[in-house]
């Protein structure tokens, strides 16, 4: 872990006396002038099934000791968004199945439990769309559809208690790439963040290596969170991705996810934040 954190450290060090690590732009931020009392009432309320969270790990919704290290990375994460004036957060990992949407939500759930919070979870892993099967929702449209101009965002979104709004596909993108990189995306995004003022916006993306599913799309969000799997992503990967992701969006951090040896019985830690 120490090892691991020194490496990323180092690595970091080198790429910023090479001056690799470019400026990236702020975006506008957004007037925010809604109460969270009442926000989310005009959608329909869906209620994960306790029994459901803890086989998919969700602990933050089951709350006690394994909800801990989430907390901890909501109150980093919070500190950070508020000093930078952030609001758009983007997951993802080098490869598949690192625990990228076991943290958002879990990221989402413990963010949501603080009550002036208006927090919104959008499902952008559009080839592997899996949050609706995490939540155990049957969901009948996809967000996709929304960036696809079909239905409006009201139609899918949905809620979880007052301040918590879940984005779900229930079926994967056809064309993927072009959708997450399109300009009209990022105008829809604008269109839904001037409407609904959420503080934080979090996307659950697909993985860095698999496609470049996300290169065109980060210029659209503040920042993100690189989810390793201790057991199987390697340093050198960790090392590519989190270079690639700071050439197109600030990188808040790296969470060694999947970690037999953290304490926490999630098996979830930090290796390197901020
Ligand atoms: N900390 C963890 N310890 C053990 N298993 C985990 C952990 N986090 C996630 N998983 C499991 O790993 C699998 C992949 O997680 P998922 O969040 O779907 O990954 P991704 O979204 O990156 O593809 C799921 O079965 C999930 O329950
Ligand atoms: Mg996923």
């Not at 969006?249 to 390197?272: P, W």
Request: proline fraction near 5%; hydrophobic fraction near 40%; include cysteine.
């Amino acid at each position: 872990m120490e090892k691991l954190e020194a490496a990323l450290a180092k690595a970091r060090e080198m790429r910023r006396a090479a001056g690799d690590a470019p400026e990236i732009a702020p975006r506008r931020a957004v007037t925010r002038s809604l109460p969270t009392v009442g926000w989310t009432s005009a959608l329909p309320e869906m209620s994960p099934q306790p029994a459901r969270m803890e086989r998919n790990r969700i602990a933050a919704f089951l709350g006690g000791r394994d909800a801990v290290p989430y907390d901890m990375l909501r109150s980093r994460t919070i500190r950070i968004l508020k000093e930078k004036e952030w609001s758009r957060l983007a997951i993802t990992s080098p490869g598949a199945a690192c625990g990228k949407t076991t943290v958002a939500l879990n990221l989402a759930i413990s963010l949501a439990r603080q009550k002036d919070l208006k927090v919104m979870l959008i499902d952008l892993d559009l080839r592997r769309p899996s949050l609706h099967k995490v939540l155990g929702h049957n969901v009948k449209n996809s967000f996709h559809q929304v960036l696809d101009e079909q239905i409006p965002f009201e139609e899918q979104a949905m809620r979880i208690g007052d301040n918590l709004i879940v984005a779900m596909n229930a079926t994967p993108s056809r064309h993927p790439a072009e959708l997450l990189q399109a300009s009209r995306t990022g105008e829809i995004l604008d269109e839904i963040e001037r409407k609904w003022q959420p503080d934080v916006m979090l996307f659950d993306m697909s993985p860095m290596l698999a496609s470049d599913d996300n290169v065109g799309f980060l210029g659209n969000v503040d920042c993100a969170l690189l989810i390793a799997a201790a057991e199987s992503t390697t340093m050198p990967n960790i090392d590519i991705c989190e270079k690639e992701l700071a050439q197109l969006t600030n990188v808040l951090g790296v969470v060694l996810n999947k970690c037999r040896y953290a304490d926490a019985s999630m098996g979830y830690d930090y290796t390197s934040y901020g």
